[in-house]
C-alpha cells in the first residue's frame, strides 16, 4: 500500500488572506447581470442533475462563460477564489496564473474551465483573467469503506462502514481516513470524491503550488488519504 500519496487540502477562510468574515466565499455571482441568461441557467441544471448513487461523471459544454461575478466589498483576490452560489459541480475560480498550472497536470478528462467576467463592487471589470473550475466528484465506487474510518462527533464515536448503504444509513459521518480502491486513477494530481471535505492533491502539484506562492488553500489535517493503488 503507498501511503499519503495525495494531501488532503481545502480552501482559505481566513479573513487576512481572504478579506472577508463570512468564512465561506469572496465573490458572488449574478445571474441578473448576465446578457445570456441560458448560461447560468445550465450550470443550475448541471448541478440539478446531482445523483447520490451515479457513477457517471458529469461534464459540461465548451461555450459557458460566467458573465458576471462581482468581489464582496473587502474581498481579496487570491489564486483560489471561493464564490457564491452554490453550484456543483463547480468547485472554485482560479486565477489565471494557477490555471497555467494546472493545465500541465492531470485534473481528469471530465474537468473543464469555464471562463468568468470578475467585477468590483462599483461594476469595474477586472481586466485579469479568471476561470471556474468545473470538476465533479469521484464516485463512491472509488473508496475501500471497510479500510477506511469513519466518525461522528458530540461525543466522538467511530463507525465500522463496510459498504455505501452502511454509509448513507449512518447521518453526520465524518473522514478521518480514507482510503481509494482499484477503481481510482493514481496517475490524477487533484480530484473531489463523495464522502470526503475538500479534496485531495498530489505531493508534486502541491509543491509546485508553494513554490509558485499560490494563494487561497490550507493543507487539511483532519483527513489521511491512502492509495491501495499500485504503479
Known amino acids: 500500500m503507498e501511503i499519503n500519496n495525495y494531501i488532503n487540502l481545502s480552501l482559505e477562510s481566513e479573513p487576512k488572506i481572504i478579506g472577508v468574515n463570512n468564512g465561506i466565499y469572496q465573490c458572488e455571482i449574478l445571474p441578473k447581470k448576465f446578457k445570456n441568461k441560458i448560461q447560468f441557467s445550465k450550470l443550475e441544471k448541471i448541478t440539478e442533475s446531482y445523483s447520490f448513487k451515479s457513477e457517471v461523471m458529469r461534464t459540461i459544454e ?4 460566467v458573465e458576471y461575478c462581482e468581489l464582496l466589498k473587502k474581498a481579496k483576490i487570491t489564486d483560489i477564489i471561493s464564490f457564491s452560489p452554490y ?13 497555467n498550472i494546472l493545465e500541465s497536470y492531470k485534473l481528469g478528462e471530465w474537468t473543464s474551465y469555464i471562463p468568468v467576467s470578475m467585477h468590483e463592487k462599483n461594476g469595474k471589470k477586472i481586466e485579469e483573467s479568471f476561470y471556474m473550475l468545473f470538476q465533479d466528484s469521484l464516485p463512491f465506487s472509488h473508496i475501500n469503506f471497510s479500510e477506511s474510518i469513519y466518525f461522528t462527533i458530540n461525543p466522538k464515536k467511530y463507525h465500522k462502514i463496510s459498504n455505501l448503504n452502511e454509509y448513507r444509513e449512518t447521518l453526520f459521518l465524518d473522514c478521518e481516513k480514507l482510503v481509494l480502491n482499484s477503481n481510482f486513477n493514481n496517475e490524477l494530481d487533484f480530484f473531489s ?27 487539511g489535517k483532519k483527513i489521511k488519504i491512502e492509495n491501495n493503488v499500485s504503479g
Open 87 to 99: 453550484l456543483s459541480p463547480c468547485q472554485f475560480i482560479i486565477s489565471e496564473k494557477l490555471y
Open 193 to 219: 470524491i463523495r464522502g470526503m471535505n475538500g479534496y485531495g492533491i498530489s505531493r508534486k502539484l502541491l509543491k509546485k503550488l508553494e513554490q509558485e506562492n499560490i494563494s487561497g488553500f490550507n493543507i
Open 62 to 65: 465548451n461555450n459557458l462563460k
